[in-house]
């Protein structure tokens, strides 16, 4: 079977990462130790046991402290620059990542730190790999609209660094509404937005993604299934959902990937396309998604250039760069 040679080595965009879930257990306790910060984990083996999770929030907890490490600009930087030399290995040619600001700052890392670390292991995956890195700065929903205008401000002096928002963490109880003047600031300064809705939320999340917060891709949104009229909107729109088949398994939004219903999704009409997550904790980065997807839902060939097609045009990559990938 040649399919998972052609899966690992088609070139392809991820849309869907997160930067603190590309944080291995060996880097994590490599951190710890240059630091001098405490983990309530005794070994690499002990912490890697321990990502045994049930649902979503089983999940950020153990997230949130792994980046407790993370402390200076060189720390970000290293994190990202792991991230960026296995995606270029994965045929990545154009990344758009998630950070969590609220995450470091609630710490007392400043803002430039966070962002200038990260900013140029981007640069450096450019210059080195040809792969276009962006950033999009996510909002914590479980925290305050305040709390999230408060963050944009003390992100726009570095406005340049990053192309748009995004909005993550604890999305039962925190629907969309909860930012909806704060999406609405982010689009006046130019910025894209997205929003993940509909990885445990209802359909009626993903609706009010696109109406309130006018979002321009969903990530997850494998909920929509369950609603026939959105599912004809997103097709319609062609409002593309990043979806990320491995977390969908150990968060248990699906029993297993034979269950998965990304094929619905695809067969739908639905401009899906395939991402990690949180590749870290979820066991595996975007190559290993695509080929364990693959073979659990018996995908073809023309489901492989179907997505890698996907998500180049569920990109924000300017024009010109979209007819370069043509
Ligand atoms: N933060 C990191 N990964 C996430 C996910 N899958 N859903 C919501 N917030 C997240
Ligand atoms: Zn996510």
Known sequence: DRLPGVLRLMPKAELHLHIEGTLEPELIFKLAQRNQVQLPYASVEALRAAYDFKDLQSFLDIYYAGASVLLHEQDFFDMAWAYLEKAAADNVVHAEIF?????????G?????????????CQRAHQEFGLSAKLILCFLRHLSEED?????EAALPFRHYFI????????????????????AKCRELGLHVVAHAGEEGP?????????????????HGVQAVRDA?????LADERVPLTVCPLSNIKLCVFPTLAQHNLKSLLDAGLCVTVNSDDPA?????????????????????????QLAFNSFEASFADAAQKKAWE
């Open 109 to 121: 890392v400043p803002m430039e730190t966070v962002i200038k670390g990260l900013h140029h292991a």
């Open 164 to 183: 748009g928002v995004g909005l993550d963490s604890s999305e039962l109880g925190h629907p969309p509404a909860k930012f909806e003047r704060v999406f």
């Open 229 to 233: 009229d959105l599912m004809k909107r």
């Open 281 to 305: 904790y979820f066991g595996g980065y975007v190559n290993d998604n695509y080929v364990q997807l693959f073979a659990a839902l018996g995908l073809e060939g023309r489901h492989a250039y």
């Open 203 to 219: 359909p009626e999340y993903i609706r009010d993604a696109l109406d309130l917060l006018k979002a321009e891709r969903i990530d």
């Open 148 to 152: 999230a205008f408060a963050t944009l």
């Open 99 to 107: 950070f969590d600001p609220q995450t470091h700052t609630a710490r």
